[in-house]
């Protein structure tokens, strides 16, 4: 398990008794003791913040962990990440109620300072991770914040009419999964273009934020303490009307070999599909089943490749596949069976040299060694 924050306000071992608890019922797939481990700690003096980031997030990780190592199915993965979304909606009306809108000494100004003004926390479009946002909203709320959570998966025009509508303070995006990059970079572009800071915050930002800098978030923050730090200090205020095209974000996108391999994605898996039944006798033999999976391999491949083209980054690439890598030897599969079809997409995209660069990083970065194919010559 990820070691504790030490945080002044609940005691460490009430903190570590109830992760403890909560860990046994959640393995255990038992709502009811879980609920009593985290109301317990709580009737004993733990701070309902320190439950939320101190006892259910860590344990959550461990969860994911699990998963990783192959010591979690994933049913029981969603079965603990349910219980513990109940669990946060039940803690949530402990929470004490913020003043309402226009009360005397708020203001639900852009950029407002402050717990005053109210606070959207979104996920963003194609993110449906929705967890750490909530414990965010949670956390906020418990600051005296007014906080307008819209969950998991957050269509980009619709987010931006609901802004246009409330005109919130801030809006806090929330993205787990690095492929939803793009979306993210078009939602805070957008807000910012009708006057609402953005604070951006997820594992897909990057440990160090570097994502969220890159595209142009107001502010990064790397956990939920973080974040209603920034946001009580109030965040910088975007000149409303200015819209900030995404070559001035990302001029290397300015050779399409993003878009080329985003646009092309489903005719690149059909064809490294064909090649790897071509090149592997083995697949003969597979169930229907077996082919879906791999296809959805290779199109998560495809993905982070066209995310890291996006970033101008091959280590989002190379750090995927060899998370991908341990995911599969925890499974008895060697990280190299990734490597026949990095080889076939490095033939597919031969004409792009950054892809074709990042793949041969990839494939570097799984044990692979055939050599990548040389630059078709200009026509």
């Given at each position: 398990m990820t070691p504790p924050t030490t945080v002044a306000g609940s005691d460490g071992a009430l903190l570590e008794r109830a992760r403890r608890h909560l860990w046994q019922a959640v393995g255990a797939r038992d709502e009811y003791a879980a609920g009593r481990a985290v109301f317990t700690a709580l009737d004993d003096g733990a701070d309902l913040e320190d439950v939320l980031l101190d006892v259910i997030a860590p344990v959550q990780r461990k969860v994911g962990a699990e998963w990783a190592a192959n010591r979690?199915?994933?049913a029981q993965e969603h079965a603990a990440t349910a219980i513990h979304d109940r669990i946060i909606a039940a803690l949530a009306h402990r929470t004490p109620e913020p003043p309402p809108a226009g009360a005397a000494g708020t203001s639900d100004?852009?950029?407002a300072p402050g717990p005053s003004g109210?606070?959207?926390v979104a996920c963003v479009d194609g993110e449906w991770h929705a967890l750490p946002a909530r414990i965010l909203a949670e956390v906020l709320r418990r600051r005296g914040f007014r906080v307008d959570f819209l969950g998991a998966q957050v269509p980009t025009p619709h987010l931006i009419a609901h802004l246009h509508q409330t005109a919130p303070a801030a809006l806090a995006l929330s993205s787990?999964?690095?492929t939803r990059l793009p979306n993210a970079h078009t939602a805070i572009t957008a807000a910012q273009a009708i006057g609402v800071p953005v604070l951006a915050g997820g594992a897909a930002f990057g440990t160090d934020g570097r994502y969220a800098r890159q595209l142009g978030a107001d502010a990064w923050a790397p956990d939920a303490r973080a974040a209603a730090d920034v946001l009580a200090r109030g965040l910088p205020q975007p000149r409303t009307g200015a819209v900030r095209q995404t070559l001035e974000d990302l001029p290397h996108l300015d050779d399409q070999e993003y878009t080329m391999v985003s646009r092309s994605k489903?005719?690149?898996v059909k064809n490294t599909l064909a090649g790897m039944e071509g090149r592997l006798p083995a697949m003969g033999a597979y169930t229907d089943r077996q082919r879906e999976r791999t296809a959805e391999d290779i199109a998560?491949?495809?993905d982070f490749l066209a995310t890291a083209l996006y970033t101008d980054d091959p280590g989002l690439f190379t750090g995927f596949l060899r998370w991908t890598?341990?995911?599969l030897q925890a499974r008895g599969v060697p990280a190299q069976v990734l490597d026949p079809g990095l080889a076939l997409l490095q033939e597919e995209l031969k004409d792009f040299?950054?892809?074709?660069g990042f793949l041969t990083q990839g494939r570097t970065a799984i044990g692979g060694d055939t050599p990548a194919p040389e630059p078709r010559p200009d026509a």
């Open positions: 979690f199915t994933v100004a852009p950029g109210t606070v959207t787990s999964l690095p489903r005719q690149l998560h491949i495809v890598g341990d995911i040299p950054r892809a074709v």
